[in-house]
Nanobody, 115 residues
Framework: QVQLVESGGGLVQAGGSLRLSCAAS????????MGWYRQAPGKQRELVARISNLSKINYADSVKGRFTISRDNAKNTVSLQMDSLKPEDTAVYYCNLQFLSLNSWGQGTQVTVSS
């Protein structure tokens, strides 16, 4: 069983920055793909950014050029640096780990961007 704990959410004005972090338990982190997803009220959960175990990165078109995902295998952490935030980035952000058939989620952290 893998536990994921997110931190770093909060309230920020449009144009500001936040950095989310996710700490994972267990020994499979370095072999896992890690992702950040978000879910706004009334909307489906969507992929924001993903980094594979080989550090191949994918971003949603809506965040390209503004968000940066990174991982630290020595610390079992994945981070999401969010710059130039917009009100439409407001959502609960979830950390995700994928390893073979295992698909684990964190509890989520709220990000609110005011206009």
């Amino acid at each position: 069983q893998v536990q994921l704990v997110e931190s770093g959410g909060g309230l920020v004005q449009a144009g500001g920055s936040l950095r989310l972090s996710c700490a994972a338990s267990g020994s499979i982190f370095r072999n896992s793909a890690m992702g950040w997803y978000r879910q706004a009220p009334g909307k489906q959960r969507e992929l924001v950014a993903r980094i594979s175990n080989l550090s191949k990165i994918n971003y949603a078109d809506s965040v390209k050029g503004r968000f940066t995902i990174s991982r630290d295998n020595a610390k079992n952490t994945v981070s999401l640096q969010m710059d130039s935030l917009k009100p439409e980035d407001t959502a609960v952000y979830y950390c995700n780990l994928q390893f073979l058939s295992l698909n684990s989620w964190g509890q989520g952290t709220q990000v609110t961007v005011s206009s």
